[in-house]
């Protein structure tokens, strides 16, 4: 497992964007396929995006594409969500998360690692 510490949550109005932050503690970290995933108030858990670890193409959920860009950097070992062109319905609690094993990288129970989560907030 891997220890995850995500930042960069916070209030923003519509159209805006946002850049979430996932600091991962651990030497294997560039062996890590990494996701992150969000939850809204009453909802389930849903994917976001993910990155593998050989950094091959990323995956988005569909509500995201074309807006959202993960990335990471081994070096710092850090996982970034890039939010653009926010909606209401982004608001959500969103978490990172990391594994080491074969995935199926929509789903929640694919990973082993997860931070504490931070809140996004967009407003109408």
């Known amino acids: 497992q891997v220890q995850l510490v995500e930042s960069g949550g916070g209030l923003v109005q519509a159209g805006g964007s946002l850049s979430l932050s996932c600091a991962a503690s651990?030497?294997?970290?560039?062996?890590?396929?990494m996701g992150w995933f969000r939850q809204a108030p009453g909802k389930e858990r849903e994917f976001v995006a993910a990155v593998s670890w050989r950094r091959v193409s990323p995956y988005y959920a569909d509500a995201v594409k074309g807006r959202f860009t993960i990335s990471r950097d081994n070096a710092k070992n850090t996982v970034t969500l890039q939010m653009n062109s926010l909606k209401p319905e982004a608001t959500a609690v969103y978490y990172c998360a990391g594994t080491s094993g074969v995935i199926v990288v929509n789903q929640p129970g694919s990973y082993d690692s997860w931070g504490q989560g931070t809140q996004v907030t967009v407003s109408s």
């Open positions: 651990g030497r294997t970290f560039s062996l890590f396929n």
